[in-house]
């Protein structure tokens, strides 16, 4: 990859690697002290449009490799707060957005006790990329959220002050005449039904994404997550008919996992056959 000097070649060989290493598991070992070499050095100073997929590439190398990663570990993590300060243009913010969701991957593969030193600093980093005007940031930081809270459980609860409510704002986002789009203008438009016209997907994904991380957030910090249920339950039960299937499973799904949770709350212990009730 890193002696190639064609971009795109480079691009999609890394690419192809991403895809790979996330199903290899220990097989990936063997290869790992190379991998990791090449990957960082794309990461430092290979093309614009590979950097993200290097980046993306070496949350799927911490992934395969489990606890054999932390010789890695800590010069990943700096690099990846590092993308994860950056501002500048759409590429900058893309890179930015894929450290995001790619540092909840490398904690996932560290486990809490070697990740909670950073927890903190790259909470924070991914709470100031909610502020950008960016679906991407936003769409990160909520994948980032969902898989944090689930690493960190109760631990995670402390940030729920600020987290709650921007889920909240994005299940609230209104979708219509995102594009300006005025119907009238072709009267063979208003015909079509099935066509949502004037309304902008990538709300309708960021949405998705959030209802997501809210169904697991809640499952991870459980009582501590309750001022929130109320509204945010609302929400999702108005995603229900939303145009989009995508979103509509997400809502279910959260919806599911909020009733799962309510029960593990009221009823700690497991329900046993034959128990009288």
Not at 208 to 213: G, P, T
Request: aromatic fraction near 8%.
């Amino acid at each position: 990859m890193t002696s190639d000097s064609n971009p795109t070649i480079v691009k999609y060989a890394t690419n192809a690697l991403d895809c790979i290493l996330e199903s290899m598991g220990d097989a990936s070992l063997a290869y790992l002290p190379q991998l990791m070499e090449r990957l960082v050095a794309l990461l430092e100073s290979g093309p614009t449009e590979v950097k993200p997929i290097a980046l993306s590439a070496i949350g799927s190398a911490a992934h395969s490799s489990g606890e054999a990663f932390a010789p890695y570990f800590n010069e990943v993590v700096a690099r990846i707060k590092h993308a994860m300060a950056l501002t500048g243009d759409d590429d900058t913010l893309a890179l930015r957005g894929v450290a995001t969701d790619t540092i909840s991957t490398v904690a996932e593969a560290a486990g809490r006790d070697a990740f909670r030193p950073h927890l903190d600093e790259c909470t924070q980093l991914a709470m100031q990329g909610m502020e950008i005007d960016s679906a991407t940031l936003r769409e990160s930081a909520f994948c980032y959220v969902g898989v944090m809270s689930r690493v960190f459980e109760g631990e995670f609860a402390k940030y729920l002050s600020y987290i709650a409510p921007q889920i909240l704002q994005t299940l609230r986002m209104d979708e219509s005449s995102a594009f300006g789009y005025d119907s009238g203008e072709d009267p063979e438009m208003e015909d079509d039904d099935d066509m949502p016209l004037g309304f902008n997907t990538a709300i309708s994904d960021e949405k998705e994404v959030a209802a997501d991380a809210v169904g697991q957030l809640f499952a991870s910090t459980t009582t501590a997550f309750l001022p929130y249920v109320e509204e945010i339950t609302a929400e999702l039960i108005k995603l229900l008919d939303h145009f989009s299937d995508t979103a509509r499973k997400a809502a279910t799904v959260a919806l599911f996992t909020f009733v799962r949770t309510f029960s593990k709350i009221a009823s700690p212990d497991p329900w046993m056959p034959g128990v009288p009730l």
